[in-house]
């Protein structure tokens, strides 16, 4: 069974710098794009950045030039790097793979997400 494990998350003062990885487990033979969302207290959850499987990148208006995101397809983990952190990014992050394919599966399978870490961001 596939699953999706972040890590990372804390409490940080405004402009520290954080590092989040997800590491997908199981018997994964490929995964396509992946993701970090979040979502503050009474709102919904959002984009914050997606990376393909080659390596193409997006990010939300908010986090440009602020975060990054990157990828080590060899061992199906996704990393988000948040630097100059504000107290508005404050945010339970999730994790996403929008389409994986398992080994000896015949087919794709879509939307995996992980449970969540928390990131403060408060002097």
């Known amino acids: 069974q596939v699953q999706l494990v972040e890590s990372g998350g804390g409490l940080v003062q405004p402009g520290g710098s954080l590092r989040l990885s997800c590491a997908a487990s199981g018997s994964i033979f490929t995964i396509g794009a992946m993701g970090w969302y979040r979502q503050a207290p009474g709102k919904q959850r959002e984009l914050v950045a997606t990376i393909t499987n080659s390596g193409r990148t997006n990010y939300a208006d908010s986090v440009k030039g602020r975060f990054t995101i990157s990828r080590d397809n060899a061992k199906n983990t996704v990393y988000l790097q948040m630097d100059s952190l504000k107290p508005e990014d404050t945010a339970v992050y999730y994790c996403?793979?929008?389409?994986?394919?398992?080994?000896?599966?015949?087919?794709?399978?879509?939307?995996?997400w992980g449970q969540g870490t928390q990131v403060t961001v408060s002097s």
């Open positions: 996403n793979a929008d389409s994986l394919l398992e080994a000896g599966s015949s087919g794709w399978s879509y939307d995996y």
